[in-house]
C-alpha cells in the first residue's frame, strides 16, 4: 500500500488513511495504519520498533486524515486535545433521503456495545425515561445489557441534495464509537454503503449508486502542535477525496 503522509515533523505525522484499512488490528494477516508507519519509520531511522502513537481512529471502512504520535510526549499532548474536545474532526457523509434542516444539530445518547461491535442509539427523551439516577444525565448504566449511555452531539450542513439523498458536512463535538453512522441512521438517514447501520431503503439506494463502502470521510483536521502549540488545519486535497462527493 503506498503511503500518503501530509505532514511530518519530529513529534506528529499527519497521513490519509484509504478505505478498507484499519488503524490498528491485532490481526497478523492484516494491514494496518500502525504497522504500515512503523515500517516507514524505521526505515527512515532505522530503529527497530519505532514508536507509534494512536491519538484517535477511523472505522476500517472509513476514509481520511489521521494524526499519529512520534513520541510519548506527543502523544499525551494530542489525546489530552481529543479528550478536551480542543481538537476538530470534520466529516463529509452521504446519507439516504433529504434533512428537514438544512443545518442542524443531533443529540443522542450512545453506547457501544462490545460483543455485536455496534453502536445503540437513543434519544433524550427514551434516555431520561430509562436512566440510573444520575445527576448529570450524560451516562446511563442499562442494567439488562449493562451498556453505559453517553451523550453524543454533532452538527451538520447539507452540502449537496438530491431527490433520494444528502451530501452533508459533519463536526463531531463528542467522539462515541459509531457516532455519525449510528445517529444518521437513528433519525432515518442511513449512511450510504453501510451495511451495518443501513436500512433496506440505503441498501437499495447504494446499490443504484455503485457505492460499497461506507460514503464517510475524515475531510479536515484541527489542532495545536504539542510541542509548539501552534494551531495546525489539514484539510484533504481533491485527489483524496471519495468519488461520489467528487462526482
Same mark, same amino acid.
Given at each position: 500500500?503506498?503511503?500518503?503522509?501530509?505532514?511530518?515533523? &519530529?513529534?506528529?505525522?499527519?497521513?490519509?488513511?484509504?478505505?478498507?484499512?484499519?488503524?490498528?488490528?491485532? /490481526? @497478523?494477516? #492484516?494491514?494496518?495504519?500502525?504497522?504500515?508507519?512503523?515500517?516507514? @519509520?524505521?526505515?527512515? +531511522?532505522?530503529?527497530?520498533?519505532?514508536?507509534?502513537?494512536?491519538?484517535?481512529?477511523?472505522?476500517?471502512?472509513?476514509?481520511?486524515?489521521?494524526? =499519529?504520535?512520534?513520541?510519548?510526549?506527543?502523544?499525551?499532548?494530542?489525546?489530552?486535545?481529543?479528550?478536551? +474536545?480542543?481538537?476538530?474532526?470534520?466529516?463529509?457523509?452521504?446519507?439516504?433521503?433529504? %434533512?428537514?434542516?438544512?443545518?442542524?444539530?443531533?443529540?443522542?445518547?450512545?453506547?457501544?456495545?462490545?460483543?455485536? #461491535?455496534?453502536?445503540?442509539?437513543?434519544?433524550?427523551?427514551?434516555?431520561?425515561?430509562?436512566?440510573?439516577?444520575?445527576?448529570?444525565?450524560?451516562?446511563?448504566?442499562?442494567?439488562?445489557?449493562?451498556?453505559?449511555? &453517553?451523550?453524543?452531539?454533532?452538527?451538520?450542513?447539507?452540502? /449537496?441534495?438530491?431527490?433520494?439523498?444528502?451530501?452533508?458536512?459533519?463536526?463531531?463535538?463528542?467522539?462515541? =464509537?459509531?457516532?455519525?453512522?449510528?445517529? =444518521?441512521?437513528?433519525? +432515518?438517514?442511513?449512511?450510504?454503503?453501510?451495511? /451495518?447501520?443501513?436500512?433496506?431503503?440505503?441498501?437499495?439506494? #447504494?446499490?443504484?449508486?455503485?457505492?460499497?463502502?461506507?460514503?464517510?470521510?475524515?475531510?479536515?483536521?484541527?489542532?495545536?502542535?504539542?510541542?509548539?502549540?501552534?494551531?495546525?488545519?489539514?484539510? %484533504?486535497?481533491? /485527489?483524496?477525496?471519495?468519488?461520489?462527493?467528487?462526482?
Amino acid at each position: 500500500m503506498q503511503l500518503d503522509i501530509i505532514y511530518e515533523d &519530529k513529534d506528529i505525522l499527519i497521513c490519509f488513511k484509504p478505505a478498507g484499512i484499519a488503524t490498528q488490528t491485532a /490481526k @497478523l494477516s #492484516s494491514q494496518d495504519m500502525v504497522s504500515i508507519l512503523k515500517n516507514y @519509520l524505521s526505515k527512515q +531511522g532505522g530503529e527497530k520498533s519505532p514508536y507509534v502513537g494512536v491519538i484517535h481512529r477511523l472505522d476500517q471502512p472509513v476514509s481520511g486524515l489521521l494524526v =499519529f504520535a512520534k513520541n510519548q510526549k506527543a502523544a499525551a499532548s494530542l489525546s489530552r486535545q481529543i479528550q478536551d +474536545g480542543n481538537a476538530n474532526k470534520d466529516y463529509i457523509a452521504f446519507c439516504t433521503g433529504t %434533512l428537514e434542516d438544512k443545518n442542524g444539530t443531533l443529540v443522542h445518547y450512545v453506547a457501544k456495545d462490545s460483543k455485536l #461491535s455496534l453502536a445503540k442509539v437513543m434519544d433524550e427523551k427514551e434516555f431520561i425515561e430509562n436512566r440510573e439516577a444520575d445527576k448529570k444525565q450524560t451516562v446511563q448504566i442499562n442494567k439488562e445489557d449493562k451498556l453505559i449511555y &453517553k451523550k453524543a452531539i454533532l452538527t451538520y450542513e447539507v452540502e /449537496k441534495e438530491f431527490e433520494d439523498s444528502s451530501i452533508i458536512k459533519v463536526h463531531l463535538q463528542t467522539g462515541r =464509537f459509531h457516532q455519525i453512522r449510528g445517529q =444518521f441512521s437513528f433519525i +432515518g438517514n442511513a449512511l450510504l454503503g453501510d451495511a /451495518k447501520y443501513g436500512s433496506a431503503e440505503s441498501r437499495q439506494l #447504494s446499490m443504484k449508486k455503485r457505492i460499497n463502502k461506507i460514503a464517510l470521510c475524515a475531510y479536515r483536521l484541527v489542532l495545536k502542535h504539542p510541542v509548539t502549540g501552534k494551531e495546525m488545519e489539514f484539510v %484533504l486535497e481533491e /485527489k483524496y477525496l471519495p468519488e461520489w462527493y467528487k462526482a
